[in-house]
């Protein structure tokens, strides 16, 4: 390696601090700091003390806690498909280039951009039972938010508005990927539209698929602003998302230590998802397509 080839070494290195800086700063010591408090008792105003294993095993048999998690599990097999499938639609339509198209994809990825907590607070509004405008159109008083077999589709329901059009710019991107000759042959071999979206457009979307998924379910197992400005966990704790449960336990109930212990297990939890949809993926996604 020449002097020059050193000094634009040394320049790229000096270019990447400022990242490292910021994943360390902001990423590695957050992890490293739940991890000491998920094995201490802390209430922020007297020093942590050591706790060993005892917020872990106090979560074992939490009702709360496997509530949480059982409530985070029902949100996100109600919000991940219909996100998925109707991002896929959308795409698909959109791809077809018709007017206003351009103008569509902004508006469809709107939801997405907005504060989640600012939705909710709309969406709160909507559901309202006495002046919310959804009871208005429908000309009859049904309480979305406080009956506990509604509350939690509700809830999914405006998460899965929020999200659809940032899938289907995923898709779009997958599908303007995918030669034309490709669509071309398949007519001429005679497959209809169904026959060409599940034999050709599904497989060659897998990579796109794989990384929706990934994120989409990563994103949903930590979902808290929209939850927490429509419903609070309520009623009766229908809505009682695990990341909302963290808070709860961190910022009101002032137990630190077991907060950090519930962050530690949905974070070791996401990435048990994640390695097992990576192991289903890996031998099904294509990524060449010559």
Same mark, same amino acid.
């Given at each position: 390696?020449?002097?020059?080839?050193?000094?634009?070494?040394?320049?790229?290195?000096?270019?990447?601090?400022?990242?490292?800086?910021?994943?360390g700063v902001?990423?590695?010591?957050p992890?490293?700091?739940?991890?000491?408090l998920?094995?201490?008792?802390?209430? $922020?105003?007297?020093?942590?003390?050591?706790?060993?294993?005892?917020?872990?095993?106090? $979560?074992?048999?939490?009702e709360?806690?496997?509530?949480?998690?059982?409530?985070?599990?029902?949100?996100?097999?109600?919000?991940?498909?219909?996100?998925?499938? $109707?991002?896929?639609?959308?795409?698909?339509?959109?791809?077809?280039?018709?007017?206003?198209?351009?103008?569509?994809?902004?508006?469809?990825?709107?939801?997405?951009?907005?504060?989640?907590?600012?939705?909710?607070?709309?969406?709160?509004?909507?559901?309202?039972?006495?002046?919310?405008?959804?009871?208005?159109?429908?000309?009859?008083?049904?309480?979305?938010?406080?009956?506990?077999?509604?509350?939690?589709?509700?809830?999914?329901?405006?998460?899965?508005?929020?999200?659809?059009?940032?899938?289907?710019?995923?898709?779009?991107?997958?599908?303007?990927?995918?030669?034309?000759?490709?669509?071309?042959?398949?007519?001429?071999?005679?497959?209809?539209?169904?026959?060409?979206?599940?034999?050709?457009?599904?497989?060659?979307?897998?990579?796109?698929?794989?990384?929706?998924?990934?994120?989409?379910?990563?994103?949903?197992?930590?979902?808290?602003?929209?939850?927490?400005?429509?419903?609070?966990?309520?009623?009766?704790?229908?809505?009682?998302?695990?990341?909302?449960?963290?808070?709860?336990?961190?910022?009101?109930?002032l137990?630190?230590?077991?907060?950090?212990?519930?962050?530690?297990?949905?974070?070791l939890?996401?990435?048990?998802?994640?390695?097992?949809?990576?192991?289903?993926?890996?031998?099904?996604?294509?990524?060449?397509?010559?």
């Amino acid at each position: 390696m020449n002097a020059r080839q050193r000094a634009e070494a040394r320049a790229g290195y000096l270019l990447l601090v400022p990242s490292f800086v910021g994943v360390g700063v902001f990423l590695l010591l957050p992890v490293l700091i739940v991890l000491a408090l998920s094995f201490t008792r802390y209430n $922020l105003l007297s020093a942590p003390q050591w706790a060993g294993l005892d917020n872990f095993v106090y $979560l074992l048999g939490w009702e709360r806690f496997r509530n949480s998690l059982w409530v985070t599990a029902l949100f996100t097999l109600m919000t991940i498909p219909t996100s998925i499938v $109707l991002g896929l639609l959308l795409a698909v339509a959109i791809n077809r280039r018709l007017p206003g198209t351009s103008w569509l994809r902004v508006l469809y990825v709107l939801p997405w951009v907005c504060a989640p907590l600012a939705l909710g607070v709309v969406w709160r509004w909507i559901f309202d039972p006495t002046n919310g405008a959804l009871n208005a159109l429908l000309g009859r008083r049904i309480e979305w938010l406080a009956d506990v077999d509604l509350a939690l589709p509700s809830v999914a329901f405006v998460q899965v508005w929020s999200s659809v059009g940032y899938i289907s710019l995923f898709f779009l991107a997958g599908l303007q990927q995918i030669p034309v000759s490709v669509y071309e042959a398949a007519k001429l071999d005679g497959a209809g539209p169904v026959r060409t979206l599940w034999s050709i457009t599904l497989p060659l979307l897998r990579p796109t698929m794989f990384f929706v998924t990934v994120t989409s379910i990563i994103s949903s197992f930590q979902v808290f602003d929209t939850v927490y400005a429509m419903t609070g966990g309520g009623p009766r704790f229908t809505t009682d998302v695990i990341a909302a449960r963290i808070y709860d336990e961190a910022f009101v109930a002032l137990r630190l230590g077991r907060a950090a212990a519930m962050a530690l297990v949905l974070f070791l939890l996401l990435v048990a998802v994640t390695l097992v949809q990576q192991r289903y993926f890996r031998r099904r996604v294509t990524y060449d397509m010559s």
